[in-house]
């Protein structure tokens, strides 16, 4: 067996989840990733087998590409679909020239604040674990790149874009910044990985 596998994660797991399955199958204990992908999204991940968890590090810092679907008119408390609708508005008459100005203005190095649902630690500990104990969480401000994005297509309330960017920076944080930016609350609806460096999903195994 290949030291590194390329896997498509399927919506509705966690990325430890993949471990577990793979190795429920294989029967071999020693394996990690490099990067993880939330419950709600899908697509590539770099899985390291034996030997091959040595060179994971190498593949965190790359760059990755996604498509991701995003909802305006509506924001949550963890920037997808899985948390509890804070804020709501109605869509108005929104043109292709806005979008495309809006994603031209956020291309290249930008400062957006993290997900308070997500691991970056604060005091020692995860955020989302602080906010499930019920602590007040202020997100902290990180500098996230965007190398490129393009519209894919738009409806009232749903753009479908395509996007590379750095490692560390989040496609929750960059749905809402475009509704920021259009005057309205957004959150991410879909989040599909395609490409980590020049690993690439078409070459990927799916999970029996």
Not at 45 to 69: D, R
Not at 76 to 102: A, C, H, R
Not at 161 to 169: A, C, D
Request: proline share 4%; hydrophobic share 35%.
């Amino acid at each position: 067996m290949k030291d590194i596998l390329l896997v498509d994660k399927p919506i509705g797991i966690t990325s430890f989840d993949v471990i577990r399955i793979l190795r429920r199958q294989t029967g071999i204990r020693k394996m990690g990733h490099a990067g993880t992908l939330d419950p709600l999204a899908s697509g590539l991940m770099i899985i390291g087998i034996n030997q091959g968890t040595k060179k994971l590090t190498k593949f965190i810092g790359l760059s990755k590409v996604y498509e991701a679907e995003i909802l305006l008119g509506k924001k949550t408390t963890t920037g997808d679909l899985e948390g509890d609708v804070t804020e709501e508005k109605e869509v108005g008459n929104i043109t292709k020239k806005q979008i495309e100005k809006v994603l031209k203005e956020i291309t290249g190095k930008i400062e957006l604040p993290v997900p308070i649902y997500s691991a970056v630690k604060q005091k020692g500990q995860p955020l989302y674990k602080r906010v499930r104990k019920g602590e007040s969480v202020k997100p902290p401000i990180k500098t996230m790149e965007i190398q490129w994005i393009k519209l894919k297509k738009f409806s009232k309330t749903t753009l479908s874009i395509e996007l590379e960017v750095s490692s560390g920076t989040y496609i929750r944080s960059i749905a809402e910044e475009i509704g920021k930016r259009l005057n309205l609350p957004a959150t991410l609806s879909d989040l599909k990985r395609t490409r980590i460096g020049n690993f690439s999903l078409a070459k990927a195994r799916q999970l029996e």
